[in-house]
T-cell receptor, first 109, second 114 residues
Framework: DAKTTQPPSMDCAEGRAANLPCNHSTISGNEYVYWYRQIHSQGPQYIIHGLKNNETNEMASLIITEDRKSSTLILPHATLRDTAVYYCIETDSWGKLQFGAGTQVVVTP | GAGVSQSPSNKVTEKGKDVELRCDPISGHTALYWYRQSLGQGLEFLIYFQGNSAPDKSGLPSDRFSAERTGGSVSTLTIQRTQQEDSAVYLC????????????FGSGTRLTVV
């Protein structure tokens, strides 16, 4: 079973930042936080991952709390194409990716 | 190739028949996963190959399901005596060097058992 907790859904206005929370209170020291998203009828797409430092790439930013029990994925300027189910997963770097239900994000015009 | 390739993209089969689904991972990727996703549901882990280690088969739902990976590259998922509840999209993913760039997923094979 997935070990993370995410809200089932959230809406975001186009052009605004989308902040997606994730709780991973049982995360262990060698486990990373990975984020994927799945656009309707497509395979999941890797977004970003981190261990304890905040990370940023061309798609998003990942903010991890100091105690590592929660994190936030930030999409800085949401577009309609960002509408998808977003999955937060904790695993070690060779670990099994266990997908939970994720957060359905709907970006509205 | 540039991505993970799965074939066929769609497969319709009669109940009781055997099917083989193929996954061509990105060249050089040592880790490979199979998942399935039923309509409107989340991703269900099936099996995980990592280099030359014994695969993690803990997600296979029954002994009708099996998978192999030849030469550390191409993988085949076989479903014997298919049932209607096997209908789903079967997704394959691969990764390299400790997953530092995440897993790349294929577009999946949509299996329909009639």
């Amino acid at each position: 079973d997935a070990k993370t907790t995410q809200p089932p859904s959230m809406d975001c206005a186009e052009g605004r930042a989308a902040n997606l929370p994730c709780n991973h209170s049982t995360i262990s020291g060698n486990e990373y936080v990975y984020w994927y998203r799945q656009i309707h009828s497509q395979g999941p797409q890797y977004i970003i991952h981190g261990l304890k430092n905040n990370e940023t790439n061309e798609m998003a930013s990942l903010i991890i709390t100091e105690d590592r029990k929660s994190s936030t994925l930030i999409l800085p300027h949401a577009t309609l194409r960002d509408t998808a189910v977003y999955y937060c997963i904790e695993t070690d770097s060779w670990g099994k990716l266990q997908f939970g239900a994720g957060t359905q994000v709907v970006v509205t015009p | 190739g540039a991505g993970v390739s799965q074939s066929p993209s769609n497969k319709v089969t009669e109940k009781g028949k055997d099917v083989e689904l193929r996954c061509d991972p990105i060249s050089g990727h040592t880790a490979l996963y199979w998942y399935r996703q039923s309509l409107g549901q989340g991703l269900e882990f099936l099996i995980y190959f990592q280099g030359n280690s014994a695969p993690d088969k803990s997600g296979l739902p029954s002994d009708r399901f099996s998978a192999e990976r030849t030469g550390g590259s191409v993988s085949t998922l076989t479903i014997q005596r298919t049932q209607q509840e096997d209908s789903a999209v079967y997704l394959c993913a691969s990764s390299s060097d400790r997953g530092s760039h995440g897993y790349t997923f294929g577009s999946g094979t949509r299996l329909t058992v009639v």
